[in-house]
């Protein structure tokens, strides 16, 4: 059991065979398999979620998500960890320093070497199958998430996106996610 400021979860800890990374699913309730879940599937972020950055609006969506998740009586939040959209946090640092130079999020990965955004969801949908979650109403403004758990057999019922964190240092960060990548913004 895990007490937070939005309510107390249960908490289970997953490892991947493939590279050894340490995932977390914040459960609210017990999920019915025929019940639509509300899930977000948040990709770590030390500098937001740790370091209160306002270069992203990754801790606010955090926080929103797991008060929308704590008022439920069920709901997932997976945390995935996938820094810096997956090319992990020393690289997400020289991105930041691209970006400072004036190069967008998605330039400076691609410049680093990347493409513009490395996560997976195949990790996510085995650790919701495991949960015996089929269907989610997906609390999330990236329709990669959506794409990358129905290609993994978890059926999206509903998207609901979550508008939150707009600061003066990440305007030009969100306009990016949504012109580039398609956020629903």
Partial sequence: MLPTDYGTFDVVAFRT???DLEHLALMRGAPNPEQIV???I???CLTGDVLSSRRCD???QLHAAQADLGRSATGILLYMRQEGRGIGLAN????YALQDEGMDTVDANIHLGFDDDLRRYDIAAAMLRLLAVRRVSLLTNNPRKVFGLTGHGVEVAEIRPLRVGKTVENERYLA???DRSG???
């Avoid at 997400?92 to 991105?95: E, F, G, L, P």
């Fill in 92 to 95: 997400k640092i020289s991105a």
């Fill in 38 to 40: 509300p899930v977000r």
């Fill in 176 to 178: 990016t996610k949504r």
């Fill in 42 to 44: 948040h990709s770590e």
């Fill in 17 to 19: 065979t493939r590279d």
């Fill in 58 to 60: 990754c801790r606010a």
């Fill in 183 to 185: 956020h629903l913004l």
